[in-house]
T-cell receptor, first 113, second 109 residues
Framework: ETGVTQSPTHLIKTRGQQVTLRCSSQ?????VSWYQQALGQGPQFIFQ???????GRGNFPPRFSGLQFPHDSSALNVNALELDDSALYLC????????????FGQGTRLTVV | KDQVFQPSTVASSEGAVVEIFCNHS??????FFWYLHFPGCAPRLLVK?????QQGRYNMTYERFSSSLLILQVREADAAVYYC??????????????FGTGTRLQVTL
């Protein structure tokens, strides 16, 4: 167990809708990153949040946004869903400055129809 | 473009040593991370670093732009997808990882 949990585990949405995915980080970690893993691909970095501020972003459009809350929770929001957004979404938590290891959750499988 | 390259499939016999090779073109990546991923489970870090290292049955070789994961005494339960990832110095944390597309390990009895 990594101590990182994600919800829901599976989700089906319709094209054009909006979705919010949630992540509970390992206790005490101040950094959370989100990754998108399409079928047959490796995880792709979406963005990272450090102390509730965005701290780096990958090649994803603005309709992908995030929030990091106090007490180890965070969210990934995707607006105007497209079919290509269907993927496994992984969050990873770490403690900046003290550890080089990121602990992953089990992911949320999003299907857009 | 920052990329990490690894074979899509590797096969091994049970009890053997298997090597999974990885190389990258990530401009500021100095550290390698090797993850194990079973479907439906969280990816699990096996071994990491900027020098050769070992964790149990998992050995990691290291060169500036390439690394190999060696799994000793391969077992049927090791059949999974293995991801190589690169992370650079000065990127803040290890969370900004560039992953390869994964190598599926097939184990024959």
């Amino acid at each position: 167990e990594t101590g990182v949990t994600q919800s829901p585990t599976h989700l089906i949405k319709t094209r054009g809708q909006q979705v919010t995915l949630r992540c509970s980080s390992q206790s005490g970690h101040n950094t959370v990153s989100w990754y998108q893993q399409a079928l047959g691909q490796g995880p792709q970095f979406i963005f990272q949040y450090y102390r509730e501020e965005e701290n780096g972003r990958g090649n994803f459009p603005p309709r992908f946004s995030g929030l990091q809350f106090p007490h180890d929770s965070s969210a990934l929001n995707v607006n105007a869903l497209e079919l290509d957004d269907s993927a496994l979404y992984l969050c990873a938590s770490s403690q900046r400055g003290t550890s080089t290891e990121a602990f992953f959750g089990q992911g949320t499988r999003l299907t857009v129809v | 473009k920052d990329q990490v390259f690894q074979p899509s499939t590797v096969a091994s016999s049970e009890g053997a040593v298997v090597e999974i090779f990885c190389n990258h073109s990530v401009s500021n990546a100095y550290n390698f991370f090797w993850y194990l991923h079973f479907p439906g489970c969280a990816p699990r870090l096996l071994v990491k670093g900027s020098k050769p290292s070992q964790q149990g049955r998992y050995n990691m070789t290291y060169e500036r732009f390439s690394s190999s994961l060696l799994i000793l005494q391969v077992r049927e339960a090791d059949a999974a997808v293995y991801y190589c990832a690169g992370c650079g110095i000065g990127t803040g944390t290890a969370s900004k990882l560039t992953f390869g597309t994964g190598t599926r390990l097939q184990v024959t009895l």
